[in-house]
């Protein structure tokens, strides 16, 4: 089963993500400080804390797209440090995020937007056609696959947000909020979704406020920020 553990070097073999001594500042702002942990290759993490405690920041931190003040943090193979960037076109064949504001394309249609990260891996166009076929399906956005974004409602655009987020099968999937704008109905499902490419293998992580969650997941690690530092709640 997996675990959370911290600075334990037989265990961090098994580790995915290896977070250290990292800390993040903006400006005078504390919002982590010193932390160490490490996430086990395919664990499926809930990351709780209360509103502007750090979790989305702890998520960017980890996509490579911000920058921390201090430390290191290791993702795969990559180090991410305060001047160490990976290449980001190779890092985003392993990692890909599900963004709390959804960060979809407005101008772009549904299946434009899933299509991006596929094009970027340089998948064939039939292939991608197929991939996009069963994910419309799964998501229920057949009906509206054609439609610009700007026209979607908001469940709709978090639904694109994680067809396209899931599309190349990543390594490691880092959702914020995934569910925060859809029904029971609907969040149920994609939770469902999410076991199973966690079930083959995706490291998971999901920042949310809607703890209940986590019964739908077998053997899930919470972990939770406050004060600036996160701790593993059992
Ligand atoms: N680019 C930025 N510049 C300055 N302050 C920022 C920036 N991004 C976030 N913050 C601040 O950092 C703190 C943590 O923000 P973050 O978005 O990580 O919180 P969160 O835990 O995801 O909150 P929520 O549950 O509301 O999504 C907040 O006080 C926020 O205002
Ligand atoms: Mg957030």
């Known amino acids: 089963m997996a675990r959370l553990f911290k600075n334990n070097s037989m ?21 982590l400080e010193k932390l160490n942990l490490a996430i086990p290759k395919g664990s499926f993490v809930f990351l709780t ?31 991410i440090g305060p001047k160490n960037k990976p290449k980001i076109h190779l890092f985003r064949r392993c990692v890909q995020m599900i963004y709390q504001d959804f960060e979809i394309l407005d101008d772009y249609s549904v299946k434009q937007n899933i299509e991006i990260p ?29 439609t610009p974004s700007i026209f979607l409602s908001g469940g709709e655009k978090q639904r694109v947000a994680i067809a396209r987020a899931i599309s190349t099968s990543p390594k490691i999937l880092l959702a ?13 499902r994609i939770m469902k979704i999410l076991s199973h490419f966690n079930k083959h293998g995706t490291t998971i992580i999901v920042a949310t406020h809607s703890i209940e969650l986590k019964s739908l997941v077998e053997n899930p690690i919470h972990l939770t920020i406050s004060d600036s530092t996160i701790q593993e709640i059992k």
């Open 176 to 188: 914020d909020e995934p569910t925060g704008n859809l029904d029971k109905r609907m969040a149920k």
């Open 49 to 79: 804390g209360s509103t502007g405690s750090g979790k989305s920041t702890f998520l960017k931190i980890l996509h490579a797209e911000l920058a921390p003040t201090a430390g290191l943090v290791r993702v795969e193979n990559f180090v």
């Open 118 to 146: 596929l094009r970027c891996m340089g998948i064939s166009k039939k292939n991608r056609q197929k991939r996009i076929e069963v994910l419309l399906k799964v998501l229920e956005l057949e009906e509206v696959k054609d």
């Open 11 to 31: 265990e961090a073999a098994n580790a995915i993500i290896e977070v250290n001594n990292l800390y993040h500042y903006f400006g005078k702002k504390k919002i």
